[in-house]
């Protein structure tokens, strides 16, 4: 029987897979790699853009179709079990993800590694600290049943992801790291592995915009968010928009309409698509995962990285208690950006 490899890995996104590679530029161990495939067609698409990267590295990718029916979890988590139970080391990329912290009740390794799921990694260290249920920041306030049924799980992981003596726990993450809990390892991720394989990247003379999935998760008003773009684009030169992976086509097709912006559907995370480019001077974000790596996948570049803040108003009557002071977090805590106020977008807006 073959043996089981070193480190067994688990994501679920195109952003977590990159951010596992980079873990790897950095580590020697035999990986192996299994994607919990999504379902949205963007994200699977990436994710197997980014899979053909990562056996092109020599990694081990084993692709389930772990959504793909009632009958499909039973299935993945059944044909896991025996890697799960022998692997020395296990690397996640999203602790929040239900699915995720199921198999890390049947895990007993003893070394566990989160890589980078973007700014949710914040979120998860601070609530680690706090010994706090783990909770996505814009579910916060709105627990639903299934949320109460969950919550042992939930529980469950969290013990299992908090460092003791017995077990070992790494967060590698570009994101700025505060008030880590006692025993936590934090390894910084710089992209090394990224800028060795791509680039430099050829410069434009315009600016590219990168799109949010703020109003599909409920947190800002699609007018407003349309009326920011739109000031956004006129007062910076934006030719490109940048969709979101998790963007409704409805609500890009209105974009397009409104503000005459190429929209363009990345088919890798957008940390490899500047690197490879050709890239604006100038990239306008809110605030978001990519204006913390960004800066790290460009530098040496002429590349700036602008970031505009989400105006209070902005914000659904239903987003979160914590959606205002998280998105302010995100930017006040970016490193080599240049921060826009939400009035320069807000100007000549709805």
């Given amino acids: 029987m073959k043996s089981a490899p070193a480190t067994l890995a688990f994501v679920e996104s ?5 951010n596992l590679l980079e873990w790897a530029h950095t580590a020697t161990t035999d990986l192996t790699v299994v994607v919990l495939s999504p379902l949205d067609p963007m994200s699977r698409g990436q994710l197997r853009r980014v899979a053909e990267l990562a056996r092109d590295e020599g990694v081990t990718v084993r692709w389930e179709e772990a959504r793909g029916g009632v ?9 896991l079990a025996p890697l799960l139970r022998r692997a020395d080391r296990i690397v996640i990329g999203d602790p929040f993800s239900r699915y995720v912290q199921l198999l890390l009740t049947i895990t007993g390794a003893r070394d566990l590694t989160v890589v980078d799921d973007g700014t949710a990694t914040m979120e998860f260290i601070a609530q680690l600290a706090a010994k706090e249920p783990l909770v996505r920041w814009h579910r916060r306030g709105r627990r639903s049943p299934r949320d109460l049924l969950f919550a042992p799980m939930s529980s469950a992981a969290r013990r299992r992801l908090t460092p003791s003596g017995s077990r070992t726990v790494e967060v590698f ?15 910084a991720n710089d992209f090394a592995w990224t800028r060795s394989r791509f680039g430099p990247p050829r410069i434009t003379r315009t600016s590219d915009l990168v799109g949010t999935s703020l109003v599909e998760t409920g ?13 956004l684009a006129r007062t910076h030169n934006v030719t490109r ?5 998790r963007e409704s086509t409805e609500k890009l097709h209105r974009l397009h309409a409104e503000t005459g912006l190429e929209i363009v559907r990345p088919d890798l995370p957008l940390e490899l698509i500047a690197r490879r480019g050709p890239i604006g001077r100038t990239i ?3 605030p978001s995962t990519v204006v913390h790596t960004l800066p790290l996948a460009l530098v040496g570049t002429e590349v700036r990285v602008a970031v505009c803040d989400i105006d209070p108003n902005w914000l659904t009557e239903t987003a979160s208690p914590r959606a205002q002071g998280f998105l302010a977090g995100v930017t006040g805590t970016a490193r080599d950006v240049q921060r826009l106020g939400p009035m320069n977008a807000a100007a000549g807006g709805a």
């Fill in 241 to 245: 928009y940048f969709a979101h992976r």
């Fill in 71 to 79: 009958a499909a979890p039973f299935k993945t988590i059944g044909g």
């Fill in 219 to 231: 947190v800002v008003d699609c007018d407003r968010y349309i009326a920011a773009v739109t000031a």
């Fill in 14 to 18: 195109p952003v977590q897979l990159l």
């Fill in 284 to 286: 306008v974000s809110f």
């Fill in 173 to 187: 993450s570009s994101m700025p790291v505060r008030d880590a809990p006692p025993g936590l390892t934090v390894t």
